[in-house]
């Protein structure tokens, strides 16, 4: 697994430099192989951008972690607080017993994990910076396990480059393997030394820690590993991403 991806960074950082921002000069505008593009500046914007970031952050460094003490009396939600979905309402009223996070796609053993086999996972908990593109921010501790361990558990298989992640409320979006498997990308069922609270995302969030909130994907439904995402919607790697926002918002 390590081996494998110490392979995919430095085969991502290279096609992402010179030919990369070429590329998208010409007019190709790829991100990244087989990833998300947009036409024109903005695509050649992305690729320029991601390409910066990824080498500044190559040795995959941690964000920075606060104390308890720096937790935020209030973290405010927004967009979706409560998903107006009839399944999602009853698995709520259940406690989320019968909740189940399909992971699949290019995995050697697709599994259905419910809360209670993700919560005997190693967990990791992590008190970080939130910062929303509308211009707010808050510090919240988060619990959760790993998704690279969770992707190790189910097997992914080495030609697959992206995770694409679905929710309740119909967000979507996706990440490369350099995103997925960074140790603070966690899959979070705790907030502040409790569970995770339905307006924060519950019973399941991504926590996305280097790049802003919209990433950070609540109430998630299914995990997907696949090699491409260009054929995704509209090619553009993430529902808002359609609506304009850079499918990379690193920070
Ligand atoms: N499924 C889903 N995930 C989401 C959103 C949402 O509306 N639905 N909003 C995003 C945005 S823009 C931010 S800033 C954070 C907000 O998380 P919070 O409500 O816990 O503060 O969740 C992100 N993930
Ligand atoms: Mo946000």
Redesign the pocket.
Known sequence: MSKITRRRLVLGSSTLGLGGALGGLLGGCELIENGPRRPGLYGLSDTLTLATQRFLLRDQPLVREFGPEAISAV???????DPDDPAYRRSKAAGFSDWRLPVSGLVERPTAFTLAELRAMPARTQITL?A???GWS?IGGWTGVPLSHVLASVGLKPEARFIVIR???G?WDTYDLFDALHPQTILAYGMNGRDLPV???APV?LRVERQ???K????LASIEATDRVDGLGQGRGSMVSELGFSWYAGI
């Open positions: 973290f405010p939600t927004i967009n979706t607080t939130h929303c593109e509308q808050a929710t309740v409320d967000w307006a924060h995302g969030r802003l909130g919209y950070s994907l609540k109430y």
